[in-house]
């Protein structure tokens, strides 16, 4: 069942919203964007008015004189002089231009950082379903969008209104005034009216920035299943986990019981812990335990020994200590050495006695082990002995 927009009520996650840009879904102020791109026009307009405007003013002048040599071939001249006059004045207003997209884009990488992708630009049904298309459309982001958009026109055309009503007398003066003088007050009162949009456009920014984002993150927002999912992603099936770690047992087993035939001993509990041990006095410091195991892997490592003729010893204070304080291919602890040196003398009698081919005697030892490592001696009435 496919999760509606009131399921997804959680936030959303550090990898959902990673996902989400490389689709480019990235919170982007359109409002920001004009600010900065307006306030730098304007910005250099102030530092660089008085260039502008003697530019101006000389492709003016350039534009309204004329010769009469022009008369004799008026289209040659036109056409020349209107791409002379064109090219001065796209040097004019290049690094103008330059300038203003390049805070532009920084604008962009203010509000949700750079964020290449070729993702929007893959043919998708929904960007052509009018259904998909009519919910864009009518969606609370739409709604919001185009209240905020009328909201600024407006607010732009009163502060626009309200500074020509006051300046409406400046305007017709420039009517009287030389050709220098008059572009020069018109940049004056220019500057002066879009420092007051620049106003606008500043105030909106500081609320749409963060607007977005919240947006952005409504948008992104999660139900429950998607969450389990994604963990699910990050984790890993529990049910494949719980197979690998199933097989990986079965395979530390299958090389456990491998190892019992090589032992020299396995000592038992008389059928509920079986440890096998093992020791070389060339290559081992101390005796180590090859296989280990309860109830029916002991039973299981019991049978391997018998096969293979390993002494079993029915050590059951030994037998519990080894399995509780031992790990498997490691030593056995130092406080059981006495214990274990006891039961590896009588295994390796008992082989002296079976080469001479004579029936062994030997009593089978009753090796003492340290109190506080029989867990039958601990508080817990469940351990087993």
Not at 151 to 168: C, D, Q, S
Not at 259 to 265: Q, T, W
């Amino acid at each position: 069942m496919a999760d509606t927009a009131q399921d997804r009520k959680l936030p959303a996650t550090e990898r959902h919203i990673e996902k989400a840009r490389t689709e480019g879904q990235v919170a982007r102020s359109r409002d920001l964007g004009h600010f900065t791109a307006l306030g730098l026009a304007v910005a250099l307009m102030a530092v660089l008015a008085e260039l502008f405007t003697q530019r101006s003013a000389s492709l003016l002048h350039d534009g309204f004189v004329f010769d009469h040599q022009a008369l004799l071939d008026p289209r040659s001249t036109m056409l020349g002089a209107l791409s002379s006059l064109g090219a001065q004045a796209l040097w004019i207003l290049l690094p103008l231009f330059g300038a203003v997209l390049l805070v532009a884009l920084l604008s962009g990488w203010i509000c949700g950082g750079w964020n290449f992708t070729w993702e929007p630009l893959q043919p998708k049904f929904s960007k052509i379903d009018p259904f998909s298309g009519l919910g864009r459309v009518f969606s609370a982001q739409s709604l919001t969008e185009t209240l905020k958009s009328c909201l600024l026109a407006v607010l732009m055309g009163v502060v626009a209104g309200f500074y020509l009503r006051h300046h409406w007398m400046e305007h017709a003066e420039l009517l009287a005034m030389p050709l220098p003088a008059a572009l020069a007050a018109a940049s004056k009162i220019v500057l002066g009216g879009l420092l007051w949009i620049i106003a606008v456009l500043a105030t909106f920014a500081l609320v749409d920035v963060p607007l977005q984002r919240q947006l952005l993150l409504r948008r992104l927002r999660m139900s429950a299943e998607e969450v389990k999912q994604e963990f699910k992603q990050l984790e890993g099936n529990p049910y494949i986990k719980a197979r690998v770690r199933q097989r990986m047992l079965e395979m530390g087993n299958r090389r456990m019981m491998a190892a019992v035939p090589g032992a020299d001993l396995v000592v038992m509990n008389p059928s509920h812990y079986a440890v096998a041990l093992k020791y070389d006095e060339s290559v081992m410091a101390a005796p180590r335990v090859v296989a280990k195991g309860a109830d029916q892997v002991a039973l299981r490592i019991r049978d391997l020994a018998l096969q293979a003729k390993v002494p079993v010893l029915q050590a059951p204070p030994l037998a519990r200590a080894l399995y509780a304080h031992t790990e498997l291919d490691q030593e056995v602890p130092a406080r059981l050495f006495s214990a274990v040196a006891q039961v590896l003398a009588w295994v390796y009698q008992l082989r002296d006695a079976m080469a001479q081919g004579r029936q062994s005697e030997l009593v089978m030892p009753q090796p003492e082990v340290p109190v506080d490592l029989d867990p039958a001696n601990s508080a817990d009435p469940g351990a087993r002995t």
